[in-house]
Nanobody
């Protein structure tokens, strides 16, 4: 069983930064594609970023502002969020997919965390 626990969310002013962390249990962390998704009130869950080996794949809305990274030795994936905007406000979810490629749709991810709230004030 794979368990994911997010941390690092909070309240920040527009233009500020936050770093989200996702700790993953299990011995096969390095074999997973790791993704971040977000869901704002009344909206569908949407893709934010993903990483399989090195280098990230990003949604256009966050490209140049967010950076995803992973440390396999720590079973942890990170999402560094800079230049935050009020429209980035959402619950952010970490997810894991047992695949050798980068994937960006919710149905391709088997495991999900509980989410962490990010609120950006204007």
């Amino acid at each position: 069983q794979v368990q994911l626990v997010e941390s690092g969310g909070g309240l920040v002013q527009a233009g500020g930064s936050l770093r989200l962390s996702c700790a993953v249990s299990g011995r096969t962390f390095s074999s997973y594609c790791m993704g971040w998704f977000r869901q704002a009130p009344g909206k569908e869950r949407e893709f934010v970023a993903a990483i399989r080996w090195s280098g990230g794949f990003y949604a256009d809305s966050v490209k140049g502002r967010f950076a995803i990274s992973r440390v396999n030795a720590k079973n942890t994936v990170y999402l560094q969020m800079n230049s935050l905007k009020p429209e980035d406000t959402a619950v952010y979810y970490c997810a894991a997919a047992d695949t050798t490629v980068v994937v960006a749709t919710t149905y391709e991810y088997e495991y999900w965390g509980q989410g962490t709230q990010v609120t950006v004030s204007s």
